[in-house]
């Protein structure tokens, strides 16, 4: 039986071409699978040449001293016993890995068999020889021992050899009378130590270097076993190149890649062969490993994309003799990644560019007009209305509305400029010609009427509005994100001046927004260096002029602004969520006061919506009016129609609740726009006030007066109090009164004073109109 073993070739390149690479594929190879085997098969040969050689000196030595038929019986043993050992060897040769055992004992067989032919010769050709012939015997059985060395890889068979060819060899000296035997046996005895030690040692020294070399095998293989599986299965390529750089070897799949074959790529130049990328060109020039290395090259099927890495063949003796590497087509992933890029850089829903993508648009764009001169603008683009239309209709229609918007945004812009969405109902866009700022508001105009347009869907026409704040670069900034904080406050400002705004920035608005960061960081303070002061402007009654009650009216005076309207700070402290320390203590402030008044005058105080959305307020109310005396009665709270445009619900729960205490509610600044009709049924209210603007139209507008007139006959329906506010003149006053007005205030009856100004006030009553006529 013979056994066939497929070699797979190690990544060792050198030898390649078409012909190498079909060549090195799969190799049969007939040579034992044993190196031990295949060693003593190979020396066999040569031990038989060694013993014919020896055999035939002894011939020519002892022809005419022996006879010859006993002469040539034993060479022609020894010839025949050689051969028949050679044939056996080869024999041995095909044995698989599990007949090595077996092996090693026929080894040892066949050792003592030839041993012992020649052994013969001393038996009976030493004796009585001349002491030349029997130096030229001795000489020969010693060369024969040392063929030991040939049998070392077989321990027990080298000392067999060695063991029967010295023993016939002492018996032989032994029977010399002419020989110093004692001497003679002195130095074969020490021969054969020396040869069974060498053969000891050589034994060692081969096996350690076989079982070195069959491992190295076994890592050859297997790396060559997982690079052929890299190539088989699609993971990469393999190529090698020389000093030249002209390619030596190189994997069938690039073949196939750029149309070529393998043939017709041996030979070239590997930076030629990829499309002469000038970073190939340096990187195999610079003689150092690299990888990573990605590049395009043009193939029958279109431009691919590959990665590349390679390390330089460096000799031991520090000689450079070319590259090897590995390449892969990462065409598919390189797609991938651009598609995962551009999702990553798109609004999903509109389809525009993003926030990431709209801050790197204005990146380029900024850099752009700083390096050619030419201005571009940067704008931002808000809704105005879109969250009641969200909270009204649902996402779904609100998301509607965001697409069709973004399309009337993007179709208005076209290729003027990118727009993208980077909010809910933000909008942002940049416009690459900013030269005049005409033209850029021009658009911004287009595109606030192209929004205002309404929306006809299935469920609903839609009406929304935009504000716009725009910012130019580099003439308002060359950074971008100051740039954008300067379009945002823009934007802020817009926003302010109501729906449907254009507004350019202006040094005033940064000027303003760093003034209001400052009054932000004093207000925090204010309250704990008692910088707050409670003004009150006085009530009275529209039948008998005299002071009802007054109006809390907080005034903040700053060390060094002076007296600030709380027009100006209230807002930054309902943003800051300061406004509730502040009421707390303008509520205290006011209780405290009150309580030093007559029993018959009440105190009002403005309560803002950010108060009342907080659970606490009630409990506050009751400490205010505990820690001052003061009959709840005497307290009343004014709140603005503005409370109802959120959390409506929660609202009317808080004043349901200071309702339940026994304090009273007032409904501020009544009929300025907010339809709050509509909550006068909701008992919770038991007085209104009509807004100064209704006051002042009165004298001029016949429809105004219907309108108060109307006002008085609703609040009457529902037992409630009405209180004219702004009241100036006496004819102001006079038409109030007559048209049902309970309680009048106003400049007329006095301005907002500090508290120790209104005890000359609580016991006074005033003389306008008729009864100052009469």
């Known amino acids: 039986m013979r056994h066939v073993l497929l070699k797979v070739p190690s990544f060792d390149l050198a030898d390649s071409g078409s012909e190498a690479t079909s060549r090195n594929r799969f190799v049969v190879d007939t040579e034992p699978n044993d190196p031990r085997i295949e060693a003593l098969w190979r020396i066999a040969p040569w031990m038989a040449g060694l013993s014919v050689t020896c055999a035939l000196v002894v011939l020519w030595g002892l022809s005419g001293r022996v006879p010859l038929l006993a002469l040539g019986t034993w060479a022609g043993l020894i010839i025949a016993a050689n051969f028949v050992i050679v044939r056996a060897r080869r024999r041995a040769a095909s044995f698989g890995s599990d007949e090595l055992l077996r092996s090693s004992y026929w080894t040892v067989f066949e050792a003592a068999i030839h041993a012992g032919l020649w052994s013969a010769l001393p038996l009976f050709a030493f004796s009585g020889q001349p002491a030349a012939v029997q130096m030229m015997l001795a000489g020969a059985m010693a060369t024969m021992m040392a063929g030991a060395f040939l049998l070392a890889l077989v321990p027990l068979a080298a000392a067999v050899w060695v063991l029967v060819l010295a023993t016939a060899m002492l018996w032989g000296l032994h029977g010399a009378d002419d020989l110093p035997v004692g001497i003679a046996m002195v130095l074969v005895t020490g021969y054969i130590a020396v040869v069974l030690t060498g053969c000891i040692t050589i034994e060692r020294l081969l096996t350690r270097f076989m079982d070195t070399a069959e491992k190295e095998s076994e890592r050859r293989e297997s790396i060559a076993l997982l690079l ?454 909701k008992t919770i209210f038991h007085a209104l006030k009509i807004d100064g603007s209704f006051v002042r139209d009165a004298a001029k507008r016949s429809e105004t007066v219907s309108i108060i007139h109307a006002i008085v006959a609703l609040a009457n329906s529902f037992r409630m109090s009405i209180t004219a506010e702004g009241v100036e003149t006496v004819a102001d006053f006079e038409r109030m009164r007559e048209l049902g007005c309970h309680r009048i205030q106003g400049y007329l009856f006095g301005r907002p004073v500090p508290f120790e100004e209104t005890l000359a006030l609580v016991g006074q009553r005033f003389e306008y109109g008729d009864r100052a006529a009469g």
């Open 228 to 681: 052929k599986e890299y190539e088989d299965q699609g993971a990469g390529w393999l190529w090698q190149i020389d000093a030249a750089n002209q390619l030596t070897y190189v994997s069938p799949r690039i073949s196939s890649l750029l149309g070529r074959s393998t043939a017709q790529l041996i030979g070239q130049s590997l930076p030629v062969v990829l499309g002469c990328d000038a970073r190939l060109g340096g990187a195999l020039v610079a003689r150092q490993a690299f990888s990573g290395l990605q590049m395009d090259v043009e193939t029958p099927g279109g431009t691919r994309s590959i990665a590349v890495a390679g390390s330089p063949i460096i000799a031991p003796d520090g000689s450079f003799h070319g590259f090897r590497g590995v390449g892969s087509d990462i065409t598919e992933i390189r797609r991938s990644q651009d598609r995962l890029s551009h999702m990553a850089r798109i609004d999903v829903l509109t389809g525009l560019p993003n926030r990431q993508h709209m801050h790197e648009l204005f990146a380029e764009g900024v850099a752009r007009a700083k390096a050619t001169n030419q201005p571009c603008a940067l704008m931002f683009l808000d809704l105005d209305g879109f969250k009641p239309v969200n909270d009204s209709f649902g996402h779904s229609l609100g998301d509607e509305v965001l697409r069709a918007m973004a399309q009337r945004l993007a179709a208005e812009v076209g290729a003027r400029g990118r727009i993208g969405r980077v909010g809910g109902d933000e909008f942002a866009l940049l416009l690459t010609d900013g030269q005049s700022r005409q033209s850029v508001e021009e658009l911004g105009v287009k595109l606030i009427k192209a929004v205002a347009e309404p929306l006809a869907l299935p469920s609903a026409e839609i009406r929304i509005g935009l504000s716009i704040g725009s910012a130019i670069a580099p003439i308002d900034g060359d950074a971008v994100d100051d740039l954008l904080l300067k379009a945002d406050l823009a934007l802020y400002e817009a926003k302010s001046r109501g729906r449907g705004t254009f507004v350019h920035f202006e040094p005033q608005l940064q000027q303003d927004a760093d003034d209001r960061v400052r009054l932000e960081h004093d207000l925090r303070q204010a309250l704990k260096r008692n910088e707050f002061e409670v003004h009150y402007q006085p009530v009275v009654s529209a039948t008998t002029q005299a002071v009802m009650g007054f109006e809390a009216l907080l005034r903040w005076r700053h060390p060094e602004r002076g007296l600030i309207s709380p027009a100006v700070f209230i807002p930054i402290a309902e943003d800051t969520g300061l406004i509730a320390d502040i009421g707390e203590w303008t509520l205290r402030q006011a209780c405290k006061h009150a309580s030093q008044w007559p029993q018959h005058v009440h105190v009002a105080v403005n309560v803002s919506p950010r108060q009342l959305i907080l659970p606490a307020l009630p409990n506050a109310v009751s400490d205010a009016l505990a820690a001052a005396r003061l009959q709840p009665s005497r307290l009343e709270l004014e709140v603005t129609e503005s409370v109802f445009l959120s959390d409506t619900d929660g609202s009317l729960d808080v004043l349901r609740r200071v309702r339940s205490i026994g304090v009273g509610i007032a409904l501020d600044d009544f009929g300025t726009g907010y339809s709050s009709l509509g909550y006068l049924n």
